[in-house]
């Protein structure tokens, strides 16, 4: 997904999917950046890091040290599985 276009139409249909889910996770946690959302949306959808890594194109250790940032700003313990805190939400 190189463009805006495509991650709007992407949002359009993870919002349908995924009713509610990012209204409860802004309100949980504050705001996200625009990557951020991409990177929450398609953990979301249980894509794996590599596939995400390929989407987002960037490497996979980019892909880890945004799920260690992304999980400080979700406060969660390192026993927590990020995975399953998201398929919680929405």
């Known amino acids: ?12 249909e993870f ?3 995924h009713q509610g889910f990012l209204d409860e996770l802004y309100q949980r946690h504050g705001s996200f950046s625009k990557s ?3 990177l929450v949306s398609l953990m979301k ?3 794996s890091s ?3 890594a390929d989407t987002l194109n960037i490497s996979a250790e980019g892909i880890k040290k945004a799920r260690q ?6 406060k969660l313990q390192p026993e927590d599985d990020i995975y399953s805190y998201l398929m919680e939400l929405g």
């Open 15 to 17: 919002a349908v999917l």
């Open 45 to 47: 959808m249980n894509i």
């Open 50 to 52: 590599k596939d995400i």
């Open 69 to 74: 940032r992304l999980r400080q700003k979700l």
């Open 36 to 38: 951020e959302i991409r």
């Open 1 to 12: 997904m190189a463009n805006d276009s495509q991650w709007e139409q992407f949002n359009a």
